[in-house]
């Protein structure tokens, strides 16, 4: 216990006659002289706590008279030199804490005096030798706790039958626990605890008489607590947590008068809390957290007088808090949380002035929360997710050393006290989701160690305080769904630890502050739903570890900065729709890569979409939609539903139309118009055609009969030939006028007296002809 440095002189073998060399607890180094075998007088050898290396010096076997080697603490290593069990009449051995390996090689049948052995925190591995003991071993400590010991219970240890205490935790045991455990009746500390056992609680334990503490803590041991536990009466600690054990807390355990310590955290126990708990008159910590217990806190846990600690968190307990807990006046810790307890708290628990930390969150408990506040010596007090209701009392602010007050998602009104201001060991303020009224008490200026200040979902107004800029510590700031307005103060720029800032949903407005930059630290910035307006101060660029930024419906306008492109760690969310933002999308944001959520929509954006947003593979959720973009979406687009791009008309490409297809839709638009003028024209040109052959055809016609007329003068037939011309040409008229045949006409002799009825006979067949045109 000095401050000796250098090395061990080799000249100490000089002292001849020395029994007893102790230098623990100084600054020793180097190794240990091989010099110190010519010590054969030496019975104590004590360098624990130094700095020593090397190896065990094998002369260290030479020193006979040795009967205390304590060695602990210094950073040895390699193996223990199997020549040391020649020391027949060493006592004690400590080697722990250092960083030696290899197997066990000493043996305990050699040691025969042996009667403390301690190799813990070490490297040692396998198992322990199978000749490791015998009958009239003297071993009382075995100490081989935190090693890389594996196997199953070493049943050799059996036989060591003067055992007191066996610590074989933090190895890599397994396998089942031996049910004649009850051999080692001289037993008072039994540590199996972080292994990997399997298997059932031994009832023979409950043989074991003398026991005082059994660890069997973290492994995977299953099945109840056999009743014989009860026997234990000189029990004092009792640690099952991390295990899977199951059924009911046996009532045999309150039999164990001699209980201080209970700890069943993480199993499966159900069933109630036997209502014998207050036999346990020496009881400190009841540990059930974790468990599937049911039922009501037995109101004579409550006489149990000297409890300090009751854990019952994590069950499915109900009721309401014993009355009983009154007479507790010795209890610092209670946590309750997550249950389904109920009703007002007992006006009687303000009398326990020692408690520091209450947590009895995530209940049903009801009325006022007075009766938590009688201490003064409150460190912890969390409430969150109750029907508590009233105001907060101005008596909490006497614990003075107050550090976590959590009274969340309750029913509490009134102003948040100004005697605040005197709890200046706050560290994290949470009175969000209640109904609190009123301005923030420029008091809490004065708590410069608070690093979380959540004050969301109430009905606070007024203006944000400049003066949240001088809290220095400040890591977490959310003022969302509340009443402020105005600015936001530049101050805030001087929060250089801020790492979270939600202004969300209240009214206040103007620009984004500039020296919102200072806040490098910044992960998420939530400012959307107010009435912000103005540019997006370029500054932004600077909040390098910004992952989460919304700033959704405002009235920013101008264009999206091209410097959020810089902003590479932005994972979350990126959110600026419902702005007014204009102008094209910058291609930097195709740098995000680590981007899930793009939401832009509903601004007015326009032109196309950069191809470098292609790159953002990250991204599962995207909208555009409702702005003026335009042309080709970039292919790794097309996974996405065709509603990220609604109320933009000109896009195009997956899991849109084509382009060629968009670019189609707009031709057949005009072609449809084209096609109503040129069948018009086609109509009207058709019926300017026909006019002119009927003309034409008429005219033909006209031409023909008067050809016939004249050439009538040249013959002078007889009246019956005539008749038969005329009939002939009847005939063929009407069968000319069936077969369209008018332009093949033959033209007969007629006489010079029969021009009158030739001429009389023209009119008719003309007027046929147009009758027979019309028709056709």
């Known amino acids: 216990m000095n401050k000796l440095s250098g090395l061990i002189p080799e000249a100490i073998h000089g002292c001849e006659e020395l029994q007893k060399f102790a230098a623990s607890n100084n600054m020793l180094e180097g190794t240990i002289p091989s010099s110190i075998v010519l010590l054969k007088s030496l ?32 950073i040895f290593d390699g193996e223990i030199p199997s020549e040391l ?188 809390i036997p209502e014998t708990m207050g036999k346990l008159k020496n009881l400190v910590i009841l540990q059930l957290r974790q468990n599937d217990l049911s039922g009501p806190i037995p109101a004579s846990l409550g006489y149990c007088k000297r409890l300090q600690q009751i854990a019952l968190a994590d069950n499915k307990l109900s009721g309401s808090v014993p009355l009983t807990f009154r007479f507790l006046s010795e209890l610092y810790l209670i946590t309750l949380y997550n249950n389904s307890f109920k009703g007002p708290l007992p006006p009687s628990l303000f009398q326990l002035k020692k408690l520091r930390i209450i947590n009895f969150s995530h209940n049903k408990f009801s009325g006022s929360i007075y009766p938590l506040t009688g201490s003064n010596s409150l460190t912890a007090l969390d409430l969150t997710n109750n029907s508590f209701s009233g105001p907060i009392p101005s008596e909490l602010a006497m614990s003075r050393n107050l550090s976590r007050l959590r009274l969340a998602h309750n029913h509490l009104t009134g102003n948040i006290p100004s005697e605040f201001g005197k709890l200046t060991e706050l560290n994290f303020l949470d009175l969000s989701f209640n109904s609190f009224t009123g301005q923030i008490a420029p008091q809490l200026s004065k708590c410069a160690k608070l690093a979380h200040l959540l004050l969301s979902n109430n009905e606070l107004t007024g203006t944000i305080p400049f003066w949240l800029g001088s809290l220095q510590e400040i890591g977490e700031l959310d003022l969302s769904s509340n009443n402020f307005n105005g600015t936001v103060p530049a101050e805030i720029g001087n929060c250089s630890k801020l790492l979270k800032l939600s202004l969300r949903g209240n009214n206040l407005s103007g620009k984004i502050p500039p020296e919102i930059g200072n806040l490098t630290a910044l992960n998420v910035l939530n400012l959307q739903r107010n009435s912000f307006s103005g540019n997006i101060p370029s500054t932004i660029q600077q909040c390098k570890k910004l992952y989460e930024l919304r700033l959704s419906e405002n009235f920013f306008t101008g264009s999206i900065p091209a410097d959020l492109g810089r902003l590479t760690e932005l994972q979350v969310i990126l959110d600026l729709s419902k702005n007014n933002f204009s102008g094209e999308i910058p291609p930097s944001l195709g740098n995000l890569l680590k981007l899930e959520r793009l939401n832009i929509s509903y601004n007015q954006l326009q032109g196309q979409v950069p191809a470098s947003l292609g790159k953002l593979t990250s991204l599962h959720v995207l909208n555009l939609s409702n702005n003026h973009l335009q042309g080709q979406l970039p292919l790794t687009f097309s996974g996405f539903p065709p509603s990220s791009f609604l109320g933009n008309a000109k ?73 038969r011309e005329e009939e002939k040409l009847v005939y063929e008229d009407d069968h000319k006028r069936r077969n369209g045949e008018f332009w093949r006409v033959t033209v007969p002799s007629q006489s010079q007296g029969e021009v009158q009825n030739h001429i009389l006979h023209l009119k008719m067949d003309s007027k046929a002809m147009n009758n027979t045109l019309v028709r056709v």
């Open 43 to 74: 019975q104590i050898l004590n360098l624990a706590n130094n700095s020593l290396s090397g190896s065990i010096p094998v002369e260290l076997s030479h020193l006979f008279n040795l009967r205390y080697l304590n060695l602990l603490g210094n």
């Open 85 to 272: 069990n020649k020391l027949a009449q060493l006592e004690e051995l400590d080697l722990s804490k250092n960083n030696l390996s290899g197997s066990i090689s000493l043996l305990n049948t050699q040691l025969k005096n042996l009667e403390t052995l301690v190799l813990s925190d070490n490297a040692f591995t396998g198992s322990i030798p199978i000749k490791f003991c015998l009958n009239n071993s003297s071993l009382q400590q075995l100490i081989l706790a935190r090693n890389k010991l594996s196997g199953e219970f070493p049943l050799e240890l059996l036989r060591c039958s003067s055992l007191q205490q066996l610590d074989l935790s933090d190895n890599s045991f397994k396998g089942e626990l031996p049910r004649s455990l009850d051999k080692l009746e001289e037993l008072t500390d039994l540590l199996l605890n972080n292994n990997s056992f399997t298997g059932s609680f031994p009832p023979e334990i409950g043989n074991l008489s003398k026991l005082e503490n059994l660890f069997l803590f973290d492994n995977m041991i299953t099945g109840k607590i056999p009743v014989e536990i009860g026997k234990l009466q000189t029990l004092s600690a009792i640690y099952l947590y991390d295990n899977q054990m199951s059924g009911s807390i046996p009532r045999e355990l309150t039999n164990c008068s001699g209980l201080t310590e209970i700890d069943f955290f993480g199993n499966h126990f159900s069933g109630s």
């Open 651 to 723: 896009l195009c490409g997956p899991p849109l139309l084509s382009c060629s297809e968009l670019s189609g839709q707009k031709v057949k638009r005009l072609s449809n118009t084209a096609v109503v003028v040129i069948i018009t024209a086609i109509v009207f040109t058709s019926a300017v055609i026909c006019l002119i052959m009927l003309y034409i055809m008429l005219r033909i016609w006209l031409n023909w009969r008067q050809v016939s007329i004249s050439n009538s003068d040249n013959g002078n037939n007889g009246s019956d030939q005539q008749k």
